[in-house]
């Protein structure tokens, strides 16, 4: 079951398509775990279009005969919206294109979201390894994210925000235990250290370095903005 979601704010803002590309990746990305998140955003994209429709065509029409004419018109254009959101679900992509990853043994099938991103090879130290992904934005660092087995993140605190998303296998924190779906949202307030037991994939937005705040690994702080 997920426990975390979205906020309307973001589902707003990425039904508009006001979002950063890395933002509107783990939204997409979510909505193919989570049906109730996707069908706001289908039910937030049918209102706009029927606000946006309302707005280009209701100055034409003055009386009432014209006003039912309208609202024919619109009753015609939902129903056709509709079916096109039918229409397009996943029967209809192409199945030879891969959208999968394989690190350390493990193979993971990604969400559609990720398709054509994947074009970096995976990096790291231990149980913990990265594959970068370019989404064009100066400051943020769009990651996938890979703790082996009995794997951990040395605790830390964030100098901005960080989001993550849990796309396979399990960790957990002081706050919590996520399974795939989840979508967290930290920032400076936050302190934790992600443990996982059976390893996880996880993709992961940050706009400024971690802070780690214990260990060995307080040592990598000063080459922080080089690092993350």
Not at 33 to 61: G, K
Not at 130 to 142: I, K, M, S, V, W
Not at 202 to 213: E, G, Q, R, S
Request: proline share 5%; net charge negative; glycine share 6%.
């Amino acid at each position: 079951m997920i426990n975390y979601h979205p906020d309307q704010h973001m589902l707003s803002l990425h039904a508009k398509g006001e979002l950063p590309l890395s933002m509107s990746i783990a939204i997409s990305a979510h909505a193919e775990f989570c049906q109730h998140c996707q069908q706001q955003l289908d039910q937030m994209t049918i209102a706009m279009s029927e606000q946006q429709f309302e707005s280009a065509v209701a100055p034409q029409f003055a009386n009432s005969k014209d006003n039912d004419q309208l609202d024919s018109l619109l009753s015609q254009l939902l129903n056709s919206t509709l079916d096109t959101l039918a229409a397009e679900q996943p029967t209809n992509i192409d199945k030879t294109e891969d959208n999968s990853v394989n690190i350390k043994g493990q193979h993971y099938t990604l969400p559609r979201a990720f398709r054509n991103q994947i074009n970096a090879s995976w990096q790291g130290i231990g149980k913990v390894s990265r594959l970068r992904l370019d989404t064009g934005e100066p400051q943020a660092r769009a990651s996938l994210l890979h703790i082996a087995a009995n794997g951990e993140i040395p605790e830390h605190t964030h100098k901005g925000a960080e989001l993550t998303l849990l796309l396979a296998g399990e960790f957990s924190d002081c706050y919590n235990t996520y399974k795939p779906g989840d979508f967290m949202l930290l920032d400076k307030a936050h302190q934790h250290s992600p443990k996982t037991i059976d390893g996880c994939l996880c993709y992961t937005v940050v706009d400024a370095p971690l802070y780690f705040t214990k260990g060995i690994s307080k040592l990598l702080n000063p080459i922080g903005d080089l690092i993350y």
